[in-house]
């Protein structure tokens, strides 16, 4: 049997991955990552935690590096406790193709956390759910920074380890659908950026799921209704 790790923040696009990964591919054991880099909340950590329970993994690790996002504090609205997360909405068409809520170079970070994670227990094959956004976009979400991560992996010369985004061309709504023929339990995910006690509704993450639920003509169970 093939392992394999899995990037699991506990919001949408993770968690039905790693009930992708288990149904599709068959890997196991799954050993998933959860890393807290120090943003405005932790509402996703513990939906994570839910997730890697349900999917019966054999390991999670929730890994701490609150000084990164003290490092990067002026640099994102995830980070800087002085600025508010945006409304998707009131996002300039200038700024949609990296909004002030991207990370520098966040998912760099992670992914060389998880290959070298995997690369250290003899893992091949890692994941993480970057997603093709409609309205707003992150280039390290994209399949070139996909490809060009991979060829760098590729010049290990022992443990090559090999990184999947298997949405990262699928909308949201595709993504979705999946996990509701999976069984995924969507009301133990997060997706807000904000972490308040219910989801705002405006920031980009919270649009897109909500767009997401109303595609498919189903009730946020985080809402418990479908947007009009």
């Given at each position: ?29 799954l050993h998933a ?177 909500r767009t997401a ?16």
């Amino acid at each position: 049997m093939k392992s394999a790790v899995i990037l699991l923040s506990g919001g949408l696009d993770s968690s039905t991955l790693l009930h992708y990964v288990k149904s599709k591919f068959a890997f196991q054991p799954l050993h998933a990552l959860t890393i807290r880099y120090g943003q405005k909340h932790a509402r996703e950590t513990t939906c994570a935690a839910a997730q890697a329970r349900a999917a019966g993994v054999e390991a999670h690790q929730q890994i701490d590096l609150a000084f990164f996002g003290k490092m990067m504090a002026a640099a994102s609205t995830l980070t800087d406790p002085d600025r508010p997360v945006p409304a998707l909405a009131e996002l300039p068409p200038g700024q949609l193709d990296q909004p002030p809520t991207y990370v520098p170079n966040r998912n760099m970070l992670f992914l060389a956390l998880a290959a070298a994670y995997a690369e250290a227990r003899g893992i091949a094959d890692v994941f993480y759910g970057a997603q093709l956004q409609d309205r707003y976009g992150y280039w390290d979400c994209t399949v070139e920074f996909l490809d060009r991560m991979n060829a760098v992996l590729g010049l290990n010369r022992r443990q090559p380890i090999v990184l999947h985004a298997p949405f990262m061309t699928m909308h949201k709504s595709e993504i979705l659908k999946i996990g509701m023929d999976l069984g995924v339990d969507y009301a133990a995910t997060w997706s807000c950026y904000r972490g308040q006690d219910k989801p705002c509704g405006v920031c980009p993450s919270c649009v897109e799921r909500r767009t997401a639920f109303e595609a498919l003509q189903v009730a946020d169970p985080l809402t418990g209704g479908i947007s009009r």
